[in-house]
């Protein structure tokens, strides 16, 4: 690392309290405008900074890690999910690779938590109903949904957010289930009172809900794929609000049109910010614009996460939240 201040490049707006700070430690360039920065820039800023703080909308991929200066030692990952990042090429690279696991996880969950209510109750048509003047008054057998409690609601990811989706889900009186890489210590199935499926075919049979709150990697990739989602009951409902990619996309909007599949409540997409048109007609589907730890709160501690993964290599220690390609 040179002696002077290290050149660090944001690579989308970020809280002012954030760049305001970064901006004290190290020589910042910031992007004011938060245009979403295009390959040739992404690939200029890595020939001549020495830290990259890029996010789920920057492309880090093997041509533009080629292109990184002799400078070019860290990638400071604003967000938790690292799936635009090729972390193996970077490691090799000898380039660190850092994250902001942890602060993200409870406004998820509160996102996830408000879609698997908002698919059964009908909230957005509701809102709906609402805005376009159609309420002429209560009638007993409008607008009926579907009770949340007592339902089974099964986890595909039972990490960090997983879990603290099944704490809420808890408190609504839902049956907790769940599929993951491994199972828990009984200890955490006895608190969240959680049922472990080794098989993941077997617990989408099984359930009334399905929360998608693992990563996106390649064992991950199309995890519910055509095969698996006519596994589901035609009343189940899907919620996602990891990564798009989990789901094959096309394949959900066709079975939903068909009536195969009940709803869904979805927060990422599969080619962001392209939505399948499908989704976008459909009374039981509710979509949000990629907003899971969209809260001021969040970005701030994410920002914070940031800044000390950054001084802390600069400062010649390891980063506390180093991704290495074994992790993923
Ligand atoms: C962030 C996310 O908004 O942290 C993540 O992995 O998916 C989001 O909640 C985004 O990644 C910021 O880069």
Redesign the pocket.
Known sequence: MTAHKPLVVVTRKLPDVIETRMAELFEVELNTDDHAMTPEELCDAVSRADILVP??TDRIDKRILSNAGENFRCIA?????VDHIDVETAWQRGITVTN?PGV?TED?ADLTMALILAVPRRIAEGVDVMRAGEFHGWSPTWMMGHRVGGKRLGIIGMGRIGQAVARRAKAFNLQIHYHNRKRLPRVVEEELGATYWESLDQMLARMDIISVNCPHTPATFHLLSARRLKLLQPHAIVVNTARGEVIDENSLARLLEEGAIGGAGLDVFEHEPAVNPKLLTMKNVVLLP?M???TIEGRVDMGEKVIINIKTFVDGHKPPDRVIPSML
């Open positions: 996010t789920v990952n604003f967000g938790a999910g902001t993200l998820t990629h899971g730890s969209g």
